[in-house]
């Protein structure tokens, strides 16, 4: 089946810095998606991505969607504490029939920040 | 903001138990799905909902899952003879439409015993 490789696994890092995590997938993909996770709660959606090649902002947060569409990253710039967490990459394949809407996950990048 | 609303957030139960998962999706919302989280993993699809129909499961979604939406608002999920290696999280998300980001519930923590 469809896989997604996230990396780095995890990453420990000083408050300030910034940090840089990516997915890939030998499948294309019509979207990609970047969800954070916190302990005990769902997924909370950070950015949407639609066209291969758009790069887009939200706040600190920058994500881009790879020109072959099989890929995708995800900046934070200038980390806080309350960055920590758990970021899943995802990959969505859109269109009728078949997989409507169905998220492909990666096995998430779990971020911890020293103050 | 509206949030996708999910009961219990926690659920134990013993092996064999037949257990239902509720979830009270965002009103606009068309697309409906479930989810699971076995701890320290990744998230993985289990079935997607729409005009209240199935229209794709996985390979994990076997005969002892079901889902349904009963009265146009609740969607829930029915495990008819828990397993151990049920025990997970499970997510509802919902969409307003087939292209749309999906928006997920807080989860169900299912520990079977």
């Known amino acids: 089946g469809q896989q997604l490789n996230q990396s780095p696994q995890s990453m420990f890092i000083q408050e300030g810095e910034d940090v840089s995590m990516n997915c890939t997938s030998s499948?294309?993909?019509?979207?990609w998606l970047w969800y954070k996770q916190d302990p005990g709660e769902g997924p909370v959606l950070l950015i949407a991505l639609y066209k291969a090649g758009e790069l887009t902002s939200n706040g600190r947060l920058t994500a881009q969607f790879g020109i072959t569409r099989k890929d995708s990253f995800l900046n934070i710039s200038a980390s806080i504490p309350s960055d920590v967490g758990i970021y899943f990459c995802?990959?969505?394949?859109?269109?009728?029939?078949?997989?409507?809407?169905?998220?492909?996950f990666g096995k998430g990048t779990k971020l911890s920040v020293k103050p | 903001e509206p949030e996708v609303t999910q009961t219990p957030s926690h659920q134990v139960t013993q092996m064999g138990q037949e257990v239902i998962l509720r979830c009270v999706p965002i009103?606009?919302?068309?697309?409906f799905y479930w989810y699971r989280q076995i701890l320290g993993q990744k998230v993985e699809f289990l079935v997607s909902f729409y005009n209240n129909e199935i229209s794709e499961k996985s390979e994990i979604f076997d005969d002892q899952f079901s889902v349904e939406r009963p009265d146009g608002s609740n969607f829930t999920l029915k495990i008819r003879s828990t397993k151990l290696e049920d025990s997970a999280m499970y997510f509802c998300a919902g969409a307003r439409e087939n292209n749309s980001p999906l928006h997920f519930g807080n989860g169900t923590r299912l520990t079977v015993t």
């Open positions: 009103s606009n919302h068309l697309y």
């Open positions: 499948s294309i993909f019509n979207t």
């Open positions: 995802a990959g969505q394949i859109t269109g009728y029939g078949g997989s409507q809407g169905n998220l492909i």
